[in-house]
């Protein structure tokens, strides 16, 4: 078996990436460099590769739990928390670099390609309130609950103490669907109404309640539900 520092430098993935930049390595030789090492009769790269085979592309692999990467030969505790944070930074970027651009939400799609890669793969349930300027731009978000969504763990006055600890002019809601069934469910609609309300009395409108089912959304207001 030929270790990575037996290969020319150009083959090295670190190397390699200073010398010709990131965007010159492969997929595999990416996850080379996030693995670091390989196992006994195997080297990272040959591991990378067989790993990348079996899942196709990096977007199946990124959506894998610790559970599912540890049962991957060669990969243990350690280097499948360095993949899930490495993949978790790539969603949190792609999402705010949309934020911090100071977009102005003019549309549930606007909202939708801002969370999506936050969300869709998530396993479980989480509720978040948006809160928007006057000029209807991302102030700041915040998770109010994770998991099952009720109305004992979604409560109208945690929303709006987010919402006025914030200045926030109107706000959205958005949550997840683990199981990527886009339709709203009674529970939905009835805390959705029930937050509306407050809202009014507030004089802090709710603008949309957003719900993210993997690569897909469904909005509210769209829907006519509010």
Not at 20 to 38: C, K, S
Not at 64 to 89: C, N, P, Q, V, Y
Request: charged letters at 25%; aromatic letters at 4%.
């Amino acid at each position: 078996m030929s270790k990575v520092k037996d290969l020319p430098i150009d083959d090295r993935p670190r190397e390699k990436l200073l010398l010709r930049g990131p965007q010159n390595l492969t997929d595999a030789e990416l996850i080379a460099i996030l693995l670091r090492t390989g196992t006994k009769g195997k080297s990272v790269i040959a591991m990378s590769q067989e790993i990348i085979a079996k899942e196709s592309n990096l977007a199946q692999l990124a959506s894998k739990s610790s559970a599912e990467l540890i049962k991957t030969s060669g990969i243990g505790k350690d280097k499948s928390a360095t993949l899930l944070a490495a993949f978790e930074i790539s969603r949190r970027i792609l999402s705010q670099a949309k934020w911090f651009s100071q977009k102005k939400i003019t549309s549930p799609s606007d909202v939708a390609d801002i969370f999506i890669p936050l969300l869709r793969d998530e396993f479980k349930e989480q509720f978040i309130v948006v809160c928007l300027s006057s000029a209807n731009k991302i102030i700041r978000y915040e998770k109010i609950s994770l998991g099952n969504l009720n109305s004992s763990v979604v409560h109208p006055r945690e929303i709006f103490k987010t919402a006025i600890e914030n200045n926030s002019a109107s706000i959205i809601l958005i949550h997840n669907h683990p199981s990527e069934n886009p339709e709203p469910s009674n529970e939905d609609i009835s805390i959705t109404r029930k937050i509306v309300e407050a809202g009014k009395m507030m004089d802090i409108p709710v603008f949309d309640h957003i719900i993210i089912a993997g690569s897909s959304y469904t909005s509210f207001v769209e829907r006519r539900l509010i």
